[in-house]
């Protein structure tokens, strides 16, 4: 089995019973991305975030 390693590069946080999406600059500060409108459905930001092409290039 291979080695797992994880870079924290972006997190979902529920704020005010919406889940709002933010990516980690190199100075370990994390920013609100604009281009993905934040939902009350979790799943529904997971869709929205991998269907983004903002964020994953």
Do not use: C, H, N
């Given at each position: 089995?291979?080695?797992?390693?994880?870079?924290?590069?972006?997190?979902v946080r529920l704020e005010e019973s919406y889940w709002k999406?933010?990516?980690?600059d190199s100075k370990d500060k994390w920013h609100f991305v604009d281009d993905i409108k934040p939902v009350k459905?979790?799943?529904?930001?997971?869709?929205e975030i991998?269907?983004?092409d903002?964020?994953?290039?």
């Open positions: 089995m291979g080695r797992r390693f994880e870079y924290p590069i972006a997190q999406f933010y990516w980690k459905d979790f799943e529904k930001q997971l869709m991998d269907s983004s903002t964020f994953w290039v």
